[in-house]
């Protein structure tokens, strides 16, 4: 989010007690979604606490918080009902809320997926406000045998008063966020469910009306990216099986793909550097990727020193354009878009958990206010802690993080030591014990005493 007058921003560190046991695919915050409020930068997010908080960066206080029935792992949509600030906010109770920006009272609620005694857990994904519609995709589990209803949805609902106007069956188990683009004019919403089935529907009339599809060779954990090339939009996704590859958003054929050494976790982000749009995205084999977006060209590859998790964020700091992603080194990493090089990190503390299973959690991303010299990051941490850091000036948790190369050194490095010890600890006048008691004796200083 960028602010036309920039305002001083201070430093933060938000936290929020609530204790909640750790379970596979439980995140502790989602991503924040920004929006200006009076002219201040507010930053609404959720999470495993099952509420809802609205911050105000500049006062740095609480404007308001909202409790719902079940975990938001998804971050909300801002816009406007009637000219009216509004947050829209899908929680894994399986409703839909209508907020007011300002105050956090209920414009309206919907339930999506009425109760029944056999729903079991549901994933809501975070809504997206487009073409004067609103798209939400979701799964319930539901543990009678008889329904075997295991289906995820894309809902679509009239901002307005969250009248359903139409569901669309997707897929048999979890799904990604809907995202929106047009392709000649025509509105078109894609989604992708967790098995890997990129659907592409156009949404011109009230029900959505499927497009193409596009098997993705493993599991998704994050939704496409959207790069439009003169009116020819092209989508961009990762897996589990560890390429990005990018699609033709009008037929779903393939552009290009590209390896990566491990799986990709979350979405990818496309900014453009000197004039050509670049493809940035990170993976678990430790390495963020910068791809020229027309080819999948590799620009540059940058190894941090732990998987990387998050979406990375682009923005301009002083007119250069930056990156910045979080991995499971505990460390949001600053980059300079344009090489790759490591501008500085910030460590962001322990996971308040022991155990996060890697590749079930739904992991939530960094944003950044960018208001010229006091721009700000925006994180929701593992250690319960939202972060709120100054982008260009110094913070109090600016730390030199250790790189993949880094931890080789030393693992090298300690390697060296130990097998230079090894000759000293095993010699023949070490393993003599005649010879140890000599040298003892000998190096005893005189008492005086016969």
Known sequence: MQSNHPIEIPEWHYEWKAKQRYKPGQTVWASPALAMLDGRPIAFLGGYDQTLHALDLVNTRILWRRMTNAEIVAPPAV???????AVFLASNDRTLYALDAQTGTTLWT???EPARPTLGEAEMTAPLLFEERLYVGGFVYDRSIARNEQRGWLYVLHPEDGTLRARVEVSRGYVSEPIGFRIHGTPHVAICARKGLLQCFTVETATPQLRWTYQMPHEVMGAPAVWDQDDKPVLVLGSKFGNLIALDAATGRERWKRMAGNWFDNSACIGVVEGEPVVFAGSHDYNVYALR????HLIWRRALGGEIYSAPAFFH??????LLIAALDNHLHLLDARTGRIVTSYYTGRPIWDKINKGENRWGSPAVVEAGSYSVLIHGAFNNTVYVLPLGRPATLQARARSFRGLWLSLGAVALLFFSALPLLYSPQNRNPSNNRD??????PYSGIP
């Not at 816009?79 to 600030?85: A, D, M, N, Q, T």
């Not at 977006?293 to 999948?296: E, H, N, P």
């Open 317 to 322: 700091l002083e007119g250069r354009p930056h």
């Open 110 to 112: 919907r339930e999506l």
């Open 293 to 296: 977006a027309a080819d999948g």
């Open 439 to 444: 040298s003892h004796a000998s190096s005893r």
């Open 79 to 85: 816009g406007y009902i009637r000219g009216r600030l």
